[in-house]
């Protein structure tokens, strides 16, 4: 298992960006670990944001932030990043990051065994 904390959320006005973080701690985190971004609104079930590959060869963002959010890994700080820029108000959620062990990206809920504890992200109008 690995152990993860996000980081970085917070209240921005609409147009800003913000970055997240996500250490992990435990296995070792660049081992074939898939980590990914998901979010949960109030009354919403968790929705999948993005992904990133073990060794960051590949990423795969959800529609409704592609071109805004990037994701990105520091494997020798056993860091995931999320940069959010021009942030919508429907973009206010509670933000999670995860892990899949396996070299294929993963983009299904279901697919993550590890999971921090989430961030608040609010964006104002």
């Known amino acids: 298992q690995v152990q993860l904390v996000e980081s970085g959320g917070g209240l921005v006005q609409a147009g800003g960006s913000l970055r997240l973080s996500c250490a992990a701690s435990?296995?070792?985190?660049?081992?074939?670990?898939?980590m990914g971004w998901f979010r949960q609104a109030p009354g919403k079930e968790r929705e999948f944001v993005t992904a990133?590959?073990?060794?960051?060869?590949?990423?795969y963002g959800a529609d409704s932030v592609k071109g805004r959010f990037t994701i990105s890994r520091d494997n020798a700080k056993n860091t995931v990043y999320l940069q959010m820029n021009s942030l919508k108000p429907e973009d206010t959620a509670v933000y999670y990051c995860?892990?899949?062990?396996?070299?294929?990206?993963?983009?299904?809920?279901?697919?993550?065994?590890?999971w921090g504890q989430g961030t608040q992200v609010t964006v104002s109008s």
């Open positions: 435990g296995r070792t985190f660049n081992v074939y670990y898939t």
């Open positions: 995860a892990a899949a062990r396996g070299l294929n990206l993963r983009t299904t809920a279901a697919d993550f065994g590890s």
């Open positions: 990133i590959t073990w060794n960051g060869g590949s990423t």
